[in-house]
């Protein structure tokens, strides 16, 4: 099993910074990907940004520049560090992780519980 509590939300100004963290629980799964969505009212969820466990990312283009992603596979641990923050990034953040599991092989996805960011003056 693989279970994600975020941490890092609330309430920002534009322009400010929030930097949100992931931590996954595991046992007997290999994480492969972590990384966020968000997802606004009444819009769909979407990827803000993601790190494989060999190193690569991607962002989505609205956040790139702004926001940098890192993650910690030793401690499977990531972290969203958003700058220049504006009104349109308020959303939930979902923390996702994609996992294999050890015995079987097979692919999971995992999702956090979600943490609120608000950004507004």
């Known amino acids: 099993q693989v279970q994600l509590v975020e941490s890092g939300g609330g309430l920002v100004q534009p322009g400010g910074s929030l930097r949100l963290s992931c931590a996954a629980s595991?046992?007997?799964?290999?994480?492969?990907?972590m990384g966020w969505y968000r997802q606004a009212p009444g819009k769909e969820r979407e990827l803000v940004a993601d790190?494989?466990?060999?190193?690569?990312?991607r962002y989505a283009r609205s956040v790139k520049g702004r926001f940098t992603i890192s993650g910690d596979y030793a401690k499977n641990t990531v972290y969203l560090q958003m700058n220049s923050l504006k009104p349109e990034d308020t959303a939930v953040y979902y923390c996702n992780a994609g996992a294999r599991s050890v015995v079987s092989g097979r692919a999971y996805d995992y999702w956090g519980q979600g943490t609120q960011v608000t950004v507004s003056s």
């Open positions: 790190t494989m466990r060999g190193g690569s990312t």
């Open positions: 595991v046992s007997s799964f290999s994480i492969n990907v």
